[in-house]
C-alpha cells in the first residue's frame, strides 16, 4: 500500500517554480533519510536530492543551485522547491524513503503515488 503521500506538481512555464511535498508516517520518516527520484517517459527513474534527519543533503549535479531538498520533522514532511525549471526537469516526481525491513530481511523502498511536473511553453 501507499506509504508516503505527495503533492504539489504541475504544469509551469520554463523559468518558473513548484514546492513539491511529501507526508510519511513517522516511523519511516524519523528512521533515517529522505529522497526526490524523477522519472520522465521511457528513461529509468532517477535520483535527484536527498535529505538526512538532520538536514544534511546531496544533489544531482542536473539540480544544483535551482531545487532545495528540506524537511520539516515535527509534521513528517519533505520538501522540494524547484526554482528555474526548464523542459528537461518534466518529469512524474517521488517521494522515497529506503529502509531496512526486519519482516523481509532486506532492504525496502517505500513510494509515493508521484506527482506530475510539466515545463512548457
Known amino acids: 500500500q501507499v506509504q508516503l503521500v505527495e503533492s504539489g506538481g504541475g504544469l509551469v512555464q520554463p523559468g518558473g517554480s513548484l514546492r513539491l511535498s511529501c507526508v510519511a508516517p513517522g516511523s519511516i520518516f524519523s528512521s533515517g533519510a529522505m529522497g526526490w527520484y524523477r522519472q520522465a517517459p521511457g528513461k529509468e527513474r532517477e535520483l535527484v536530492a536527498t535529505?538526512?534527519?538532520?538536514?544534511?543533503?546531496n544533489y544531482a549535479d542536473s539540480v544544483k543551485g535551482r531545487f532545495t531538498i528540506s524537511r520539516d520533522n515535527a509534521k513528517n514532511t519533505v520538501y522540494l522547491q524547484m526554482n528555474s525549471l526548464k523542459p528537461d526537469d518534466t518529469a512524474v516526481y517521488y517521494c522515497?524513503?529506503?529502509?531496512?525491513?526486519?519482516?523481509?530481511?532486506?532492504?525496502?523502498?517505500?513510494w509515493g503515488q508521484g506527482t506530475q511536473v510539466a515545463v512548457s511553453s
Open positions: 522515497n524513503a529506503r529502509r531496512y525491513r526486519r519482516d523481509i530481511g532486506a532492504i525496502y523502498d517505500y
Open positions: 535529505i538526512t534527519f538532520s538536514s544534511s543533503t
